[in-house]
């Protein structure tokens, strides 16, 4: 059976996956798919991470490519997405999707790194209290720049598992993931979208995507729901504001780098307001314990 391409179908039930939500982590990609899954051209993924393309060398070459889509359930049904968000952040990942599906059309939605590391190290810690990394091993990794292949000290056996577990701070290198990007597949192929955009104007940021992805804009949008949100209570050790600063010098090239890939905002972002210096940081840090329940 030949391969399915974006665009394409294998027989005139079947769906291919026509784009991806390639990232990034705690921004809102669950709640993006949410809200097209209730769109009537868009065919529903058998889950929303699919992974199907940042899987190890042995899966890869054992998988069943032609078999990535889904059965329609509707004669309207045209388009069909995977939201894994680290797809933008595996290296190698996004070159073999280029490699199956060139026409691909891909969606990142961008949040403030360091409240996005803060989110993701609360929600690992909730789940997995005895296990999790703790705030100081999230922000201990801080290479010079966005890795495009696995570095040496994490390749072998559970490299992949090692590379997840110390890129908390790395998942926020948001300009070298984009040039990356943007080296692997042509701009028009990307929409680039930013989280607190998003849930101010929903709407408008929904014509964006289904224009992006191919299909007609919703007669009647549907609600903007916040999926994966909550009020925890994790143990662990709080960030502190020399914390909040160490990181912001950290990723401030990354930040130039991205708004001038993008053309996107960040003045309203707390990294940026730390650097700027008219957000306190020993306040911010404070505000991320309460939240957490470390205070």
Known sequence: MAEPVAGETVDGDFQPFTFSIVGVQKAGTSTLQWMLNQHPQVARPPRKEMGWFDVDEATWRDVDHASYGVRRTSPQQRA?????????????????????LPDLRLIA?????????????????????????????????????????????????????RFLRASGVVRG??????????????????????????????????????????????????????LMAGSPTITGTAPTGEDLMTLARALEPELAQYVALTGLPVEHWTTERLLRGDLDADEQAATYARKAGLA
């Open 80 to 100: 069909l997405g995977d939201a894994t968000p680290r797809y933008l952040l595996m290296p190698g990942t996004l070159e073999r999707m280029r490699d199956r």
């Open 109 to 161: 939605i961008f949040r403030d790194p360091i409240d996005r590391l803060v989110s993701q190290w609360v929600m690992v810690r909730e789940r997995q209290p005895d296990k999790a990394p703790d705030w100081p091993e999230m922000m201990a990794w801080r290479p010079p720049s966005f890795p495009t292949i696995l570095p040496e000290e994490l390749t072998g056996p559970g490299g992949r598992a």
């Open 173 to 226: 290198y948001y300009g070298g993931q984009v040039e990356h990007g943007l080296t692997v597949f042509p701009r028009d192929q990307w929409l680039f979208l930013d989280f607190p955009s998003l849930l101010a104007d929903h709407a408008r940021h929904l014509d964006l995507v289904t224009d992006h992805i191919g299909v007609d804009r919703f007669r009647s949008h549907p609600p903007l729901k916040k």
